[in-house]
């Protein structure tokens, strides 16, 4: 179905993989319409409860844009294509269920603001991340100016764009730009062992925390607690709520079908 993604389901667990590997999975507009595409149909699936995004081959998660793409970019196509993926990224920030990037190795330019859209990052030892479109005379416009300030803080943020230096696994943990550092060959393994734990968990409260979570870094914090507050109301009405109080009252498991 399609040229530059791979798409499997494991019982409720999707699992992406951008499939460029002789690109080092740049982001070509192609990868990106197909993206587009592959969010119109997984909206779609109301089974599915958490998404992993991975990189094919043994080099790079993303590594950036397709260059050949940027040489004929003037000011309307940069805009055009800028206001695309961020519309894309933000598509993915704010699905309903958690996204993990499961960062293989390079997480670069477009790359690394594709892992900031995840809702949670881990990574395999491998991995090096930046942001290099100034050493291009360009600058980052997938989003990345205003997610990487918000998640590691405005100077480590404005070090890595204004250098364009690269950041090995290591330190992206440090800064916390990361949430995890793993073995490379076990990268997959704990993506999917974190998967399946959150997917375990009843579903709509999943989704009412993330946008609770998304929502803190948005206006003010009187919002912010209303918001938490009517969230957590709403889940207070529903058959998991009352499911996970009586199987922690019975010392047993839950049973969550989101409702």
Known sequence: ????????KKDTIGVLTINRPEKLNALSNELIDELAQFLDE?????????????????????AGADIQELVDRDALLGRKVSRTRQEIFSRIENLPI??????NGYALGGGLELALACSIRICSDRAQF?????????????GGTQRLPRLVGL???MEIVLTGDFIDAQEAYRIGLVNQVISH????EKAMALAQKIAKRPPLAV????????RSQEGDAISGYALESYLHALTCTTEDKKEGVKAFLEKRKGTFKGK
């Open 1 to 8: 179905m399609y040229k530059t993604l791979i798409y499997e």
């Open 185 to 188: 060959d076990e990268l997959m």
């Open 130 to 142: 930046g942001a290099p479109e100034v050493k291009l005379g360009i600058i980052p416009g997938d």
């Open 207 to 214: 989704r009412y925390a993330k946008e609770a979570v998304n």
């Open 155 to 157: 100077g480590r943020a």
């Open 98 to 103: 958690p996204v993990i990037a499961a960062v």
């Open 42 to 62: 997984m909206e779609n699936d109301e089974e599915l409860r958490i998404l992993v995004i991975t990189g094919a081959g043994e080099k790079a998660f993303v």
